[in-house]
């Protein structure tokens, strides 16, 4: 298998970050789409709340389970081939979806997830590996990416939904034409076969990172903001609708908060470069999260801005934390620990989040409940966000 960084032309370089995008695509709107077109769901299979919720469990439970996978099916199969069947992995899921049933719905979502999770731990060392000195550049480009294409899928799928009484299940499945043409376009990449970058397959084992309080604080800190992201992710159309707004104008709503979630990566890399303690920073996205989550409570009339703030606070907050794993590390052997521990923990906490959510709604009979819960996990996110921000370093024994 070759190692070796692959020596490119200008129009080989140009395919490959235009498949680098295109995989960027897919690694977010088949997962989230299902907010908008979550009432129908519901509708349609006859669904508890809990069991809706369940849709974007899944994922988060994917993403903590099948993220080790990734770097050993790459070391097997190379970066190439590994990305190549995660876009396979999401086509199968999308088209599953014309099948009208709950249970396929299901595996379906799983099926997408596992690719994703394949995609979100190989895509940074693809980058890493070919475009060393543009990584920050090339890592905020295609977040972006991600945010504007999974915000305009939202945006878009109700109408989508109801032209020609389509329905859901299309409108959800549509995605998929975006991922077969996603698999031609990165086609050229499976005659190279190199192995991910070594943050990536460096083993770590007997590590003792699990037992320092500042591992905990920036994993706590990720977890909890991904537990608030979900449940905003999964509730926040219907949260909408039951406040007035039309299906439609939630779903646009709902791609705001989506969109907003990627523009920080513009902002945030170049000032996190600047700062040696981020305390404030932590607690101030955190607090302006909280505050938004009771603005939707109490002043619904204003959701644009609430739901745009709580989407760039969102973004921002993910950004700041990946960012502790680098700052608070000796070296990439202890980085990769952390990583590995804040995925895994992070996912299996915010996984709990849309399905306890749901159980909320459908004991209260409200939304109010769940924005509660979002504003005060905010508050928690920014406690540990708080202590994981101190200007100092995990203990070398690790």
Not at 122 to 148: C, E, N, Q, W
Request: with cysteine.
């Amino acid at each position: 298998m070759n190692n070796a960084l692959p020596s490119r032309t200008t129009l080989s370089s140009i395919i490959l970050i235009t498949g680098i995008f295109f995989i960027a695509f897919n690694l977010r709107a088949p997962v989230t789409g299902i907010g908008p077109v979550l009432d129908n769901i519901i509708a349609s299979f006859n669904l508890t709340a809990s069991q809706a919720g369940m849709l974007t469990t899944l994922p988060l439970l994917a993403f903590a389970l099948a993220s080790p996978l990734a770097s050993t099916l790459a070391k097997k199969l190379g970066l190439e081939i590994s990305l190549f069947i995660a876009l396979i992995l999401i086509a199968l899921g999308l088209l599953s979806r014309l099948i009208p049933s709950a249970p396929l719905l299901y595996i379906g979502t799983g099926v997408i997830a596992v690719g994703i999770a394949i995609g979100n731990v190989l895509l940074p060392s693809l980058i890493k590996r070919d475009f060393p000195h543009k990584v920050a550049i090339m890592t905020s480009a295609y977040v972006l990416a991600m945010g504007v294409f999974a915000g305009s899928y939202s945006a878009l799928i109700i109408p989508l939904a109801g032209y020609q009484d389509m329905g859901w299940q299309i409108a959800l499945a549509s995605y998929a034409l975006l991922t077969i043409i996603s698999i031609f376009i990165w086609l050229p990449q499976l005659k190279l076969h190199t192995k991910p970058t070594k943050d990536v397959t460096q083993s770590v084992p007997g590590s003792k990172i699990w037992h320092y309080p500042l591992a905990w604080h920036i994993t706590l800190f990720l977890g909890l903001n991904s537990f608030f992201t979900y449940i905003m992710i999964a509730w926040l159309p219907s949260v909408l609708i039951d406040a007035g707004y039309d299906a439609q104008h939630a779903g646009v709503l709902h791609g705001a908060f989506q969109f907003a979630s990627a523009l920080p990566g513009i902002l945030l890399i170049p000032l996190l470069a600047k700062l040696k303690d981020q305390r404030m920073l932590a607690l101030i996205l955190a607090l302006c999260g909280s505050a938004c989550s009771f603005g939707l409570l109490y002043f619904p009339s204003a959701a644009f801005i609430w739901t745009a703030t709580l989407g760039f606070c969102s973004g921002a907050t993910f950004i700041l934390g990946i960012s502790y794993v680098s700052l608070r590390s000796h070296n990439s052997r202890q980085a990769t620990s952390l990583s590995a521990m804040a995925q895994c923990a992070g996912y299996l906490l915010a996984a709990t989040g849309p399905m306890f959510a749901g159980a909320l709604h459908s004991y209260f009979g409200s939304w109010d409940s769940l924005l509660w819960l979002c504003a005060l996990a905010s508050i928690a996110c920014g406690i540990f966000g708080y202590l994981g921000g101190r200007d100092i370093l995990l203990s070398k024994n690790a």
